[in-house]
C-alpha cells in the first residue's frame, strides 16, 4: 500500500507570500503529525492531530503558522507571511489507534528567499 | 540540556566493525524510537521500545528505563547504514528528538 505523501516535494517562495504544505497520510491512519527540520539541526515538533481535532498544537512557533485537517486524511501546514527563518523541510508522519509506531512523509522542502 | 540527547554525534568506522549509538533522555517516556534518516532526508523507523531489548537483522536497540539510557548497535556495519540515526522519546501526543548521530561507514 501507499505510505504518507506529501506535496509539493520542493517549494520555493518569496518573503511574505503564503504558503500551503500537503500531507496524505497512510489510509486508516488516525493520527498525523507535523515537524519541522531546519538544515543541520535536529527535527522539532509542531503539531499533533487525531482525527481532525488538535489536541497538542504547542509546537506551533507563531501565529502565521495554522494547519487542518479533513476527517482522518488529508492535512494542510499552512504559513501566511512567510519569513527566511522559515526554510526547512517539513515532514509528516502518520500512525495508527493502538500503535506508537509513526511512519514518515518524505517532506516538503521550502525555501524562502 | 536538551531533554534528549546522543553520543556521538558524529561516528565513522570501517566496514564490519560493530556500533553503538547511546541516547539519554531527563523526561517520563511511554516509548523510545529509533530512527533511520537516509542522506536524501526521508526518516525510517528502525525501533519502538519501552522496555528491554529488540533485535531486527543486524540491529539491536536496547533501553535502560531506570537509567533512562537507550543504545543502538549495528552489527557487521556496512556503507549502506551510513545515515543519520535520531532518537526521539514519547510521552502522549509528541516526540522528542536528540540531534541525532552521523554515521559514515567506510568500505
Known sequence: GAGVSQSPSNKVTEKGKDVELRCDPISGHTALYWYRQRLGQGLEFLIYFQGNSAPDKSGLP??????????ESVSTLTIQRTQQEDSAVYLCASRT????????GPGTRLTVT | ??????SPQNLTAQEGEFITINCSYSVGISALHWLQQHPGGGIVSLFMLSSGKKKHGRLIATINIQEKHSSLH?????????A???CAVGGGSRLTFGEGTQLTVNP
Open chain 2, 1 to 6: 540540556k536538551n531533554e534528549v540527547e546522543q
Open chain 1, 62 to 71: 507563531s501565529d502565521r503558522f495554522s494547519a487542518e485537517r479533513t476527517g
Open chain 2, 74 to 82: 549495528i552489527t557487521a556495519s556496512h556503507p549502506r547504514d551510513s
Open chain 2, 84 to 86: 543519520v540515526y535520531i
Open chain 1, 97 to 104: 489507534r493502538g500503535s506508537g509506531e509513526q511512519y514518515f
